[in-house]
């Protein structure tokens, strides 16, 4: 496992651990136990992976999940830390860091801020880079439902855009900010929006994500 990918794994595994199984996420509808069973089967089963290309397959992908969930919670937080079995995709160094760092850096804020006491994190510049240059490669994928035109600005003036479109609401913020904000969780997402009222209404409760 690479760097990024490595320690955001290991701190989502210590959230995980810290909130306990039945503590809420951002994940509508799923608690803690349910996103750490959501990891395991992610990194061990392919199913889960073919049933966002294969619909037919999600049903089964989500009973699998759920039978998953049933293990006792120490079990799976154990598995995630330990990370994918070799025969695994995410076992490949280059796969992990392109499709782990991002998904398990959104997953532990979607544990840290669905708790009342939660604060923000800083991430260090370097960081903070790799997750700017994750976002202007899936942007336009992540703001392709968005019903209005949408630009993604760092606070450095470096910008992406996820939605081509008028009008157009502009989201300012830090690439960690803008990142859960194009992931679909724009209510927790400490930004700024900007643009006429109607535009920045519509991006604040557009369909933003992979789903």
Not at 54 to 61: F, G, K, N, S
Not at 74 to 84: F, W
Not at 95 to 124: G, I, S, Y
Not at 185 to 203: C, H, I, N, P
Request: glycine share 6%; with cysteine.
């Amino acid at each position: 496992m690479s760097t990024h990918a490595k320690r955001e794994r290991l701190l989502l595994a210590d959230q995980l651990e810290t909130v306990g199984p039945e503590a809420p996420t951002l994940c509508e509808g799923w608690s803690a136990r349910d996103l750490a069973a959501h990891l395991v089967v992610r990194e061990r089963n392919v199913e889960p992976i073919a049933s966002v290309v294969v619909r037919p397959l999600a049903t089964r992908a989500e009973r699998v999940r759920a039978e998953t969930a049933a293990r006792p919670y120490d079990e799976l937080i154990q598995l995630i830390r330990t990370g994918p079995p070799r025969r695994s995709p995410f076992a490949l160094k280059q796969l992990d860091e392109a499709a782990n760092t991002v998904e398990f850096f959104v997953h532990a804020e979607d544990v840290r801020r669905a708790q009342p006491d939660w604060a923000p994190r800083a991430l260090d510049p370097v960081f903070a880079d790799a997750l700017w240059k994750r976002l202007e490669t899936v942007a336009k994928l992540l703001g392709r439902r968005s019903p209005v035109g949408l630009v993604l600005r760092r606070p450095n003036g470096q910008t992406v855009v996820a939605r081509k479109g008028l009008p157009v609401a502009t989201v300012t913020g830090d690439p960690g900010e803008l990142l859960l904000f194009a992931y679909g969780r724009q209510e927790a997402a400490r930004v700024e929006l900007s643009g006429d009222d109607d535009a920045v209404a519509k991006a604040r409760s557009a369909p933003l994500g992979l789903g």
